[in-house]
């Protein structure tokens, strides 16, 4: 292989100073995030779409990556949110009847510097240790700066908490996503709010396959301008960032609740329902991030295999129903706890129509075990229409 065609140098630099040399995948240059692993062993074009990995370096544990290309019916979104990518063996060239491309063009493409040929097991193994962290990826003319100059530019950059990012990675104009368009035939059964803190495609589409009408409105939305579409209920989606910052979607769940409107929250929506309760949040050390997360729903004793992608989570009791400490709410239950560290992965308040979990039950890709949920959320809007059309007698 001639000097033209060898990749370019690449560096993995950690902010405790562990260094991984390797070489360059994707576009050349620096990206500096959070580096995470995620223990997926398929769907790595629905991991680099979801934007809940907004500023944050992937490494796969999955040793092969790109094997499959990549093709525009699989993405999570319009665009790839990881700030950089780490992966062991890069295909060569895929291999797929689906594919349209490969994964490096792609990464090229959309300007995404990653890092190929480095020990992605090492790498994990020194994050689950010390936790994630700061990093930086630097390849080409970058990788040949000073190693500490590199470092101090990798330490130099804000921590994940305390930022601020679901609106960076919302939509900026409400759309509609309707059931006909995903094969239900009939007039719709309800009509929800979802607010776009980061939604994946696939949720909307769960809904509407369901016989939901989904508007799907920016971070930003008020509790008015949702109230004005006369909502059956309320959905807060998946997104990145420190919950502790969600401060107007936080007012806004409390005044859905208020107004005693269905809830139903998933991975940052779980966060959010939490801290509407009066819970506090908190920084996991290394996070759940994969599509094999086991997690326990205590009112059936049933086990889930969930896709999980948080580095945050809901600091409540799990001992039994509790009075919420917004006391107008009610008492709450823990309803789903992680069964690797009893982390809490569910919330369900028992005096109003409102839960959430801290997994995404869409599943794109991954397990759909967890399904169900979808089809729950329908039931508590149906109770919810039946009683008022009760009232209205």
Known sequence: MSDATMPAQALLVLEDGRTF?????????????????????TGYQETLTDPSYARQLIVQTAPHIGNTGVNQADNESTRIWAAGYIVRDAARR?????????????????????????????????LRERGAMKAGIFSGA?????????????????????????????????????????????????????????????????????????????????????????PDGVFISNGPGDPATADR???????????????????????????????????????????????????????EITSQNHGFAVDAPLDGPTQAPEERFGRVEVSHISLNDQVVEGLSCLDIPAFSVQYHPEAAAGPHDAAYLFDRFIDLMTTRKTAQSQEDK
Not at 99 to 112: A, H
Not at 273 to 297: C, E, S, W
Request: proline letters at 5%; glycine letters at 12%; a negative charge.
């Open 94 to 126: 895929p291999s797929n009847w689906r594919s349209e491309g490969t994964l490096d063009d792609e990464l090229s493409k959309q300007g995404i510097v990653g890092i190929q040929g480095v020990d992605t097991r090492a790498i994990t193994r020194h």
């Open 21 to 41: 040399r390797g070489t360059s995948y994707g576009a050349q240059g620096s990206a500096l995030g959070e580096a995470v692993f995620t223990t997926g062993m």
């Open 249 to 303: 979607q936080v007012a806004f769940v409390r005044s859905f609740l208020d107004a005693n409107v269905p809830y139903f929250g998933i991975c940052f929506g779980n966060q959010i329902l939490g801290r509407a309760l009066g819970f506090g949040t908190y920084k996991l050390r290394y996070g759940h991030r994969g599509i094999n997360q086991p997690v326990m729903d205590r009112s059936t004793g049933k086990v």
């Open 142 to 230: 970058e990788a040949a700066r000073p190693e500490a100059e590199l470092l101090a530019e990798v330490l130099a950059q804000p921590s994940m908490a305390g930022l601020r990012l679901a609106d960076e990675v919302s939509v900026d104009e409400a759309y509609i996503v309707e059931p006909s368009a995903h094969g239900w035939e009939g007039e719709p059964l309800f009509t929800i709010a979802a607010l776009d803190l980061g939604i994946k495609a696939m949720t909307p589409t769960r809904f509407a396959e369901r016989g939901v009408r989904v508007h799907v409105l920016p971070a930003a939305t008020t509790f008015e301008e949702a109230s004005a579409l006369n």
